[in-house]
């Protein structure tokens, strides 16, 4: 008998796992409870997997040998309240892709906030090197996809907490944890350590031989490390001081040592700006350095590294106002990175489906660099009570073209115009990068 293989959600991860497991020979079923979208559909069509949209039929994925959920799914939902109940086996894409790529050099990242930035920097120091690397995971196409149209050496993966949450043995040769920051709680019980040691799963299965590179200036993280330690071994990076080993910043230098050949690159030839930049510099340069990449190599690519759209994305300056895209800033700790490494008078823009935002936290970042709050979304109250007494003017805007438009106005000469929304875009754009798009748009409009 075929071994069932039910995947739930049909988005990038259920297509990847459900081409994967067909290729391995399993009997493959998809099942999405909203529409799936037509690229999908036709995908699913030509390589002949069944599906169904829009509903759920209990009794053929209670029936499954095993699960392959999409992280967008919660355990809260009733089909998921069920399958535990029966005892069906469930893991996530990043699992069932790890089984078919065992051999291969594996590179995880994960965190609240940086992880896309480090993943693709990380990715391009070894593409830079020559090495056969894939970048996968939440940052454009599925690990098992990857693994089975086109595989490769190394695997630079983003990995969320919730692709973690399900995980039997997935095992990263150097796991990379940048930082903890309240996001997501309503997934872990509204209790921050439930969360937290969703993160430190990235080293579950983890040995002495693997690397587990982490932030030693992120309090939740050190915390974590004290009560529970881990069995791979540690390389820390800090800001703070100097190491023996490990990531640091000393009179305007980044130090990479792992070994007897350190890596050395002055701040200001850093291809990132800000602080929290550097912190992705580390962690990426102490990952490549693991994986006995020449310093020149590592030094070259941390000079040359050019960002990811959508994330604090330079656009066009207007009548000498620099315009800049962070859509995919989608919490409030993003903004705050991108407050923080602006040094000009900002003319911010934000707002759209709040997640329960607490503003508090970019309150004083926003008294101190923002000159006018420009709010973009159906329900701008939850911003307009936070912050409308921290910035001089605040306004309404329902468009991106008004909105543009309204922060050119706002804006004088050498200061900066911000997209930095703190929230999901799906009360006028299809996602974040549709945002950003349409951002783009307007300003090259102007």
Not at 176 to 200: G, Q, W
Not at 366 to 372: D, G, I, L, Y
Request: glycine share 6%; hydrophobic share 40%; proline share 3%.
């Amino acid at each position: 008998m075929a071994h069932k293989l039910i995947i739930l959600g049909a988005g990038e991860s259920g297509i990847g796992a459900a081409l994967l497991g067909k290729q391995q020979g399993y009997e493959v079923f998809v099942s999405d409870g909203s529409k799936i979208k037509d690229i999908y559909k036709q995908e699913l069509a030509v390589n002949h997997i069944p599906f169904e949209e829009e509903h759920h039929s209990w009794d053929i994925i209670l029936g499954a040998d095993e699960i392959v959920k999409s992280p967008g799914i919660p355990e809260k939902t009733e089909l998921m309240k069920k399958v535990r109940e029966q005892g069906v086996p469930v893991i996530s894409e990043i699992e069932l892709a790890y089984r078919f790529s065992k051999g291969k050099k594996i590179i995880a990242i994960t965190g609240s906030n940086g992880k896309s930035t480090t993943t693709a920097l990380t990715y391009h120091i070894f593409k830079t090197a020559g090495y056969n690397v894939a970048m996968v995971g939440n940052i454009g196409i599925s690990y098992a996809r990857q693994v089975a149209t086109a595989p490769a050496e190394y695997y630079v993966i983003e990995v969320s907490s919730f692709q973690l949450d399900d995980i039997k043995e997935f095992k990263p040769d150097v796991a990379i944890l940048l930082n903890i920051t309240p996001d997501h709680l309503d997934r872990y019980e509204y209790k921050m350590e439930n969360y937290v040691a969703s993160k430190f799963r990235i080293t579950m299965n983890q040995t002495i031989e693997d690397k587990f590179i982490y932030c030693m200036d992120d309090p939740e993280i050190t915390q974590h490390l004290a009560q529970q330690p881990i069995y791979s071994t540690s390389i820390p990076f800090t800001i703070m001081k100097r190491l023996k080993n490990g990531g640091y910043v000393d009179n305007d230098q980044l130090h990479i040592k792992v070994d007897e050949d350190p890596v050395i690159v002055s701040i200001y030839d850093l291809a990132l700006k800000g602080k929290h930049n550097l912190y992705n510099s580390m962690a990426a340069g102490i990952a490549g350095k693991t994986m006995d990449i020449r310093k020149e190599k590592i030094r070259e690519s941390l000079t040359s590294f050019k960002s990811l759209e959508h994330r604090m994305e330079y656009v066009a300056t207007v009548k000498g106002v620099d315009f800049i895209n962070d859509s995919k800033a989608t919490n409030v700790n993003s903004v705050w990175f991108a407050l923080e490494s602006i040094e000009k008078p900002i003319v911010l823009i934000m707002g759209g489906v709040d997640k329960g935002n607490d503003y508090g936290a970019i309150r004083s970042l926003v008294q101190e660099k923002v000159k006018a709050i420009v709010c973009l979304g159906i329900d701008n109250k939850p911003i307009e009570d936070a912050l409308s007494n921290d910035t001089p003017v605040m306004v309404s805007t329902t468009s991106m073209k008004e909105a543009v438009v309204t922060a050119l106005k706002l804006a004088d000469k050498g200061d900066v115009v911000l997209l930095s929304p703190a929230c999901a875009s799906f009360d006028l754009f299809k996602n974040y990068e549709d945002r950003g798009r349409q951002f783009k748009d307007a300003v090259r409009e102007l």
